[in-house]
């Protein structure tokens, strides 16, 4: 007697790598960045709903490995995800990550997910989200201090929704600014490679800061930023791994996810733990300021949290129904007869026969 088969809710979706190429290609990069955005944002719009909790780090020398769970009531999602900056000279990713998202009411998952590239999507669609609320009007130039694996997302995120047409670029490693050249050619985008942090963020109303390194570093200090700039620091976003000076949080409004997870993880991990800050969800809403006059320099402390990750898989799960984009796994032990596990164990004796 051959094993049952699986019932239909222990097949589960699964979006490979591969397919995660071919579904943002045929969709375009730009359009997934602008649609995920808005998914975002009305996942801020309803962030009272939503359970909320710092992540779950497990650090080490090297590097940490983290979990994001969240949910809406409906469903529960989280990502696993790693952030180890040693990686690159070995010829391995910073950061890799996957996820899950499943149903409240039976525990049943629903998707999962390759989230390496979508982590990377999804960060750059909150930080030009985020920059849509709270950077200069008519803002044309970013500058982008960090030329890694993130660093092309942020730029056409930005572009698509802020409207920015010149990048001015710096990394330590004058690859990185190459490789990002040859990537955006032909993306419409002035692209100009700079020698120094101080030149890039010549002329930018934005300036994007999106660099590796396990320790607090000062790729900007408070003599380059100029009034009225909106800053997106998002590469520090682990105790001891920052990217600003700190005097440049007192002169900025500072604007984070949810606080009580960027006081561990954020610049704001420098100042006093009564350091005002105001959550993005309250500016979407309408509850707090956001930018109130031109001098102004806003700062994004963006670490990256839980609910981003639950609008991406949200999003995903949207846009694979009726496609070819993913595959069935059998992921679940499901028995006919729910008490029977052992039984279907048993029964499936004949097929190794
Ligand atoms: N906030 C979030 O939601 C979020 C999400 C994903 C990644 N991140 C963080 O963003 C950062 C970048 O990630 P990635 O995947 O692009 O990493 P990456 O290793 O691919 O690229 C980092 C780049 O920064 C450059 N760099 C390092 N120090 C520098 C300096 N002092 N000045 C200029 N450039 C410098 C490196 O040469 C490298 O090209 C990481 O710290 C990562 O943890 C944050």
Redesign the pocket.
Known sequence: MSAPQPSKLAFVPFVSVENMMRLVNRIGVSTVLTELASYIEEDFGRWELFDKTPRVASHSAEGVIELMPTSDGIMYGFKYVN?H?KN?ANGL???TALGLMSHVDNGYPALLTEMTLL??LR?AA?SAMVAKHLAPTHSHTMAM???????EFQALAMAALCGIKTLRL????AA?TNKLIQNLSGHGLELVACSS?QEAVEGAQIITT????KQL?T?LTDNMVGSGVHINA??G??PG?TELHHDILYRSDVFVEFEPQTRIEGEIQQVPADFPVSEMWKVINGESKGRTHDGQITLFD???FAIEDFSALRYIRDKIHNTAFYQELDMLADPDDPRDLFGMLQRARGDEK
């Open positions: 952030g900056p690159m990713q910073t950061v982590t990377a960060t909150t201090i960090g030329n890694g694996a993130q660093s710096y990394d330590i490693d990185a942090a999106c660099t590796a390194d570093a790729i998002i590469g976003d682990c791994k963006g670490v990256g």
